[in-house]
Protein backbone atom coordinates (compact mmCIF):
# COMPACT_ATOMS: atom_id res chain seq x y z
CA UNK A 1 0.00 0.00 0.00
CA UNK A 2 2.49 2.42 0.73
CA UNK A 3 4.84 1.46 -1.83
CA UNK A 4 1.82 2.20 -4.09
CA UNK A 5 0.91 5.71 -2.48
CA UNK A 6 5.11 6.82 -3.21
CA UNK A 7 5.09 5.54 -6.99
CA UNK A 8 1.26 7.80 -7.59
CA UNK A 9 3.05 10.38 -6.30
CA UNK A 10 6.84 10.17 -8.07
CA UNK A 11 4.47 9.42 -11.24
CA UNK A 12 2.28 12.38 -10.72
CA UNK A 13 4.89 14.74 -9.21
CA UNK A 14 7.91 13.82 -10.76
CA UNK A 15 8.66 17.19 -12.42
CA UNK A 16 8.14 19.34 -9.16
CA UNK A 17 11.54 20.28 -7.45
CA UNK A 18 10.42 20.88 -4.24
CA UNK A 19 8.65 17.36 -4.20
CA UNK A 20 12.05 16.18 -5.28
CA UNK A 21 13.79 18.22 -2.53
CA UNK A 22 11.87 16.42 -0.38
CA UNK A 23 12.21 13.21 -1.02
CA UNK A 24 16.38 13.95 -1.14
CA UNK A 25 15.77 15.46 2.13
CA UNK A 26 13.89 12.32 3.61
CA UNK A 27 16.39 9.60 1.87
CA UNK A 28 19.52 11.51 3.02
CA UNK A 29 18.11 11.41 6.74
CA UNK A 30 17.21 7.69 6.21
CA UNK A 31 20.89 6.87 4.48
CA UNK A 32 22.96 9.27 6.43
CA UNK A 33 21.29 8.28 9.81
CA UNK A 34 20.93 11.22 11.28
CA UNK A 35 19.16 10.24 14.48
CA UNK A 36 22.01 8.16 15.72
CA UNK A 37 24.39 10.98 14.58
CA UNK A 38 22.18 13.03 16.92
CA UNK A 39 22.32 10.37 19.68
CA UNK A 40 26.39 10.34 19.26
CA UNK A 41 26.28 14.38 19.14
CA UNK A 42 24.27 14.44 22.12
CA UNK A 43 27.26 12.41 23.91
CA UNK A 44 29.85 14.64 23.19
CA UNK A 45 27.76 18.19 23.94
CA UNK A 46 27.45 16.35 27.38
CA UNK A 47 30.85 16.23 27.81
CA UNK A 48 31.21 19.79 26.50
CA UNK A 49 28.47 21.28 28.00
CA UNK A 50 28.89 22.01 31.29
CA UNK A 51 32.70 22.93 30.94
CA UNK A 52 31.69 25.74 28.11
CA UNK A 53 29.05 26.53 30.90
CA UNK A 54 31.52 27.08 33.50
CA UNK A 55 33.76 29.16 31.24
CA UNK A 56 31.08 31.35 29.62
CA UNK A 57 29.87 32.51 33.25
CA UNK A 58 33.40 32.76 34.88
CA UNK A 59 33.61 35.70 31.95
CA UNK A 60 30.81 37.27 33.21
CA UNK A 61 31.97 38.82 36.35
CA UNK A 62 34.16 41.11 34.34
CA UNK A 63 31.69 42.31 31.78
CA UNK A 64 28.97 45.20 32.60
CA UNK A 65 26.00 41.84 32.57
CA UNK A 66 23.99 41.27 35.70
CA UNK A 67 24.13 37.53 36.84
CA UNK A 68 20.61 37.94 37.41
CA UNK A 69 20.48 38.43 33.20
CA UNK A 70 22.82 35.99 32.42
CA UNK A 71 20.66 33.17 34.41
CA UNK A 72 17.47 34.66 32.15
CA UNK A 73 19.18 34.37 29.30
CA UNK A 74 21.02 31.02 29.67
CA UNK A 75 17.83 29.05 31.48
CA UNK A 76 15.28 30.76 29.41
CA UNK A 77 14.68 28.10 26.98
CA UNK A 78 15.21 25.17 28.67
CA UNK A 79 12.93 23.36 30.74
CA UNK A 80 12.19 23.59 35.14
CA UNK A 81 13.76 20.18 35.75
CA UNK A 82 17.24 21.22 33.91
CA UNK A 83 17.16 24.76 35.53
CA UNK A 84 16.74 23.33 38.44
CA UNK A 85 19.66 21.62 37.80
CA UNK A 86 21.46 24.11 36.29
CA UNK A 87 20.82 27.11 38.65
CA UNK A 88 22.60 26.30 41.59
CA UNK A 89 26.10 26.06 39.81
CA UNK A 90 25.17 28.76 37.53
CA UNK A 91 24.68 31.01 40.69
CA UNK A 92 27.59 29.55 42.35
CA UNK A 93 30.19 29.94 39.43
CA UNK A 94 28.90 33.87 38.94
CA UNK A 95 29.40 35.10 42.07
CA UNK A 96 33.26 34.28 41.97
CA UNK A 97 36.15 35.64 40.20
CA UNK A 98 38.66 33.55 40.52
CA UNK A 99 41.45 33.32 37.68
CA UNK A 100 42.31 29.91 38.81
CA UNK A 101 38.79 28.86 37.14
CA UNK A 102 38.70 31.21 34.45
CA UNK A 103 41.97 29.06 33.67
CA UNK A 104 41.27 26.04 33.72
CA UNK A 105 37.30 26.51 32.68
CA UNK A 106 38.98 27.76 29.48
CA UNK A 107 41.19 24.76 29.50
CA UNK A 108 38.42 22.42 29.79
CA UNK A 109 36.28 24.47 27.61
CA UNK A 110 38.46 24.35 24.62
CA UNK A 111 39.58 20.71 25.15
CA UNK A 112 35.74 19.39 25.49
CA UNK A 113 34.09 21.85 23.51
CA UNK A 114 36.11 21.85 20.50
CA UNK A 115 36.34 17.67 20.54
CA UNK A 116 32.27 17.80 20.46
CA UNK A 117 32.37 20.46 17.41
CA UNK A 118 34.94 18.50 16.00
CA UNK A 119 32.55 15.12 15.83
CA UNK A 120 29.71 18.00 14.70
CA UNK A 121 31.89 18.89 11.62
CA UNK A 122 32.75 15.27 11.09
CA UNK A 123 28.94 14.66 10.79
CA UNK A 124 28.34 17.46 8.51
CA UNK A 125 30.87 16.04 5.98
CA UNK A 126 29.47 13.31 5.68
CA UNK A 127 26.23 14.77 5.13
CA UNK A 128 27.55 16.87 2.32
CA UNK A 129 29.29 13.82 1.00
CA UNK A 130 32.65 15.00 1.03
CA UNK A 131 36.27 14.08 2.41
CA UNK A 132 37.85 16.53 4.67
CA UNK A 133 41.56 16.03 3.70
CA UNK A 134 42.45 19.08 6.23
CA UNK A 135 44.99 17.84 8.37
CA UNK A 136 44.36 16.92 11.94
CA UNK A 137 45.92 19.97 13.94
CA UNK A 138 43.78 22.04 11.22
CA UNK A 139 40.70 20.59 12.40
CA UNK A 140 41.20 21.07 15.89
CA UNK A 141 42.18 24.59 15.28
CA UNK A 142 38.74 25.11 13.69
CA UNK A 143 37.11 23.48 15.90
CA UNK A 144 38.21 25.81 18.68
CA UNK A 145 37.35 28.66 16.47
CA UNK A 146 34.12 27.60 16.23
CA UNK A 147 33.91 26.94 20.07
CA UNK A 148 35.45 30.44 20.56
CA UNK A 149 32.56 32.05 18.21
CA UNK A 150 29.84 30.02 20.18
CA UNK A 151 31.18 31.83 23.27
CA UNK A 152 31.04 35.35 21.67
CA UNK A 153 28.10 35.16 19.74
CA UNK A 154 26.65 34.39 23.41
CA UNK A 155 28.63 37.39 25.02
CA UNK A 156 27.42 39.54 22.48
CA UNK A 157 23.95 38.72 22.04
CA UNK A 158 23.40 39.27 25.77
CA UNK A 159 25.69 42.74 25.69
CA UNK A 160 23.70 44.14 22.92
CA UNK A 161 20.65 43.30 25.00
CA UNK A 162 21.79 45.54 28.51
CA UNK A 163 23.17 48.23 26.46
CA UNK A 164 20.43 48.37 23.87
CA UNK A 165 18.02 48.91 26.96
CA UNK A 166 20.13 51.64 28.16
CA UNK A 167 20.22 53.36 24.68
CA UNK A 168 16.30 53.00 23.79
CA UNK A 169 16.05 54.74 27.75
CA UNK A 170 18.32 57.79 26.72
CA UNK A 171 16.88 58.28 23.50
CA UNK A 172 13.11 58.19 24.75
CA UNK A 173 14.53 60.61 27.67
CA UNK A 174 16.09 62.74 25.13
CA UNK A 175 12.44 63.07 22.61
CA UNK A 176 10.03 63.08 25.49
CA UNK A 177 7.31 62.46 23.35
CA UNK A 178 4.68 60.10 24.19
CA UNK A 179 3.77 58.53 20.03
CA UNK A 180 7.49 58.45 19.29
CA UNK A 181 8.80 57.43 22.85
CA UNK A 182 5.73 54.06 22.16
CA UNK A 183 6.84 53.31 18.60
CA UNK A 184 10.96 53.14 19.69
CA UNK A 185 9.74 50.78 21.94
CA UNK A 186 7.29 48.66 20.27
CA UNK A 187 10.53 48.85 17.69
CA UNK A 188 13.29 47.68 20.19
CA UNK A 189 10.56 45.01 21.58
CA UNK A 190 10.32 43.39 18.17
CA UNK A 191 14.17 43.79 17.47
CA UNK A 192 15.06 41.92 21.33
CA UNK A 193 12.55 39.14 20.37
CA UNK A 194 14.20 38.54 16.74
CA UNK A 195 17.66 39.30 17.25
CA UNK A 196 18.64 35.69 19.37
CA UNK A 197 17.11 34.50 16.15
CA UNK A 198 19.28 36.53 13.74
CA UNK A 199 22.65 35.85 15.75
CA UNK A 200 21.53 32.02 15.22
CA UNK A 201 20.84 31.91 11.94
CA UNK A 202 24.48 33.90 11.40
CA UNK A 203 26.03 31.07 13.39
CA UNK A 204 24.71 27.94 12.10
CA UNK A 205 25.00 29.29 8.25
CA UNK A 206 28.65 29.99 8.91
CA UNK A 207 28.92 26.51 10.71
CA UNK A 208 27.50 25.14 7.24
CA UNK A 209 29.66 27.02 4.80
CA UNK A 210 32.95 26.99 6.61
CA UNK A 211 32.63 24.31 8.92
CA UNK A 212 32.88 20.68 6.83
CA UNK A 213 36.06 21.92 4.88
CA UNK A 214 34.84 21.94 1.10
CA UNK A 215 37.01 21.18 -1.75
CA UNK A 216 37.81 24.09 -3.77
CA UNK A 217 35.44 22.40 -6.50
CA UNK A 218 32.60 22.14 -3.89
CA UNK A 219 32.24 25.14 -1.84
CA UNK A 220 28.96 26.18 -0.73
CA UNK A 221 27.40 29.59 -1.22
CA UNK A 222 26.66 31.97 1.64
CA UNK A 223 22.91 31.50 0.33
CA UNK A 224 22.79 27.80 0.60
CA UNK A 225 24.26 27.65 4.03
CA UNK A 226 22.06 30.20 5.15
CA UNK A 227 19.04 27.95 4.19
CA UNK A 228 19.86 25.32 6.17
CA UNK A 229 20.90 28.11 8.66
CA UNK A 230 17.67 29.59 9.06
CA UNK A 231 15.77 26.21 8.34
CA UNK A 232 18.03 25.02 11.61
CA UNK A 233 17.46 28.19 14.05
CA UNK A 234 13.62 28.37 13.34
CA UNK A 235 13.18 24.64 14.15
CA UNK A 236 15.20 24.99 16.85
CA UNK A 237 13.59 27.73 18.82
CA UNK A 238 10.18 26.48 18.09
CA UNK A 239 11.55 22.80 19.25
CA UNK A 240 12.90 24.02 22.33
CA UNK A 241 9.87 25.96 23.30
CA UNK A 242 7.79 23.18 22.02
CA UNK A 243 10.16 20.43 24.48
CA UNK A 244 10.33 23.14 27.61
CA UNK A 245 6.49 23.51 27.39
CA UNK A 246 5.56 19.66 27.17
CA UNK A 247 8.45 19.07 30.47
CA UNK A 248 6.36 21.55 32.43
CA UNK A 249 3.22 20.74 31.76
CA UNK A 250 2.68 17.16 30.86
CA UNK A 251 5.74 14.99 31.34
CA UNK A 252 6.78 13.29 35.02
CA UNK A 253 10.24 12.90 34.63
CA UNK A 254 10.93 13.75 38.22
CA UNK A 255 8.69 10.57 39.28
CA UNK A 256 10.05 8.26 36.79
CA UNK A 257 13.84 9.21 37.13
CA UNK A 258 14.13 10.67 40.36
CA UNK A 259 16.88 13.43 41.20
CA UNK A 260 18.36 12.31 37.64
CA UNK A 261 14.93 13.91 36.17
CA UNK A 262 17.34 17.09 34.90
CA UNK A 263 19.75 15.12 33.47
CA UNK A 264 17.74 13.03 31.56
CA UNK A 265 15.53 15.83 30.37
CA UNK A 266 19.18 17.88 29.47
CA UNK A 267 20.20 14.52 27.57
CA UNK A 268 16.75 15.04 25.13
CA UNK A 269 17.32 18.62 24.84
CA UNK A 270 21.04 18.03 23.62
CA UNK A 271 20.02 15.58 21.71
CA UNK A 272 17.48 17.63 19.95
CA UNK A 273 19.39 20.37 19.49
CA UNK A 274 22.00 17.85 17.55
CA UNK A 275 19.01 16.47 15.29
CA UNK A 276 18.20 19.98 13.97
CA UNK A 277 21.58 21.39 13.50
CA UNK A 278 22.28 17.62 11.03
CA UNK A 279 18.96 18.39 9.83
CA UNK A 280 19.63 21.79 8.66
CA UNK A 281 22.54 20.78 7.17
CA UNK A 282 20.72 18.11 5.06
CA UNK A 283 18.51 20.67 4.24
CA UNK A 284 21.27 22.68 2.33
CA UNK A 285 22.73 19.20 0.89
CA UNK A 286 19.36 18.09 -0.29
CA UNK A 287 18.46 21.68 -1.68
CA UNK A 288 22.15 22.15 -3.95
CA UNK A 289 21.85 18.07 -4.96
CA UNK A 290 18.31 19.11 -6.35
CA UNK A 291 18.00 22.82 -7.30
CA UNK A 292 21.65 22.91 -7.92
CA UNK A 293 22.33 19.94 -9.83
CA UNK A 294 24.67 18.00 -6.93
CA UNK A 295 23.63 14.72 -7.33
CA UNK A 296 24.56 12.68 -5.41
CA UNK A 297 23.01 9.53 -6.44
CA UNK A 298 20.10 9.95 -9.54
CA UNK A 299 16.77 11.08 -8.60
CA UNK A 300 14.63 7.53 -9.29
CA UNK A 301 11.26 7.26 -9.56
CA UNK A 302 11.45 3.32 -9.25
CA UNK A 303 11.16 2.00 -5.33
CA UNK A 304 13.90 0.05 -4.38
CA UNK A 305 14.17 -3.01 -2.54
CA UNK A 306 15.31 -1.08 0.61
CA UNK A 307 12.29 1.22 0.63
CA UNK A 308 10.08 -1.86 1.61
Known amino acids: M????????????????????????????????????????????????????????????????????????????????????????????????????????????????????????????????????????????????????????????????VFGDQLIQAVIRLINNSIATGTITLLWDLTRTVLPLIVMTLGFTLLFKFGPGFPANQKVSFKEALLGGTFAAVAWMLISLGFSFYVDNFSNYSRTYGSLGGIIVLLIWLYISSFVIMLGAEVTASYITVYKGGLRHTLSLEITEADD
Open 2 to 161: FKKIIKNLDNRFCDNRFYRFLKELFRRIKEDQISATGAQLAYYLVLSFFPFLIFLLTLVPYTPLASEEVLTQILANLPSNTRELLEPIVVEVVSQRSVALLSSALFLALWSGSSGMANLLNAMTAAFDITNMRPGIVKRLISVFFTLMLALIIIISMVSQ
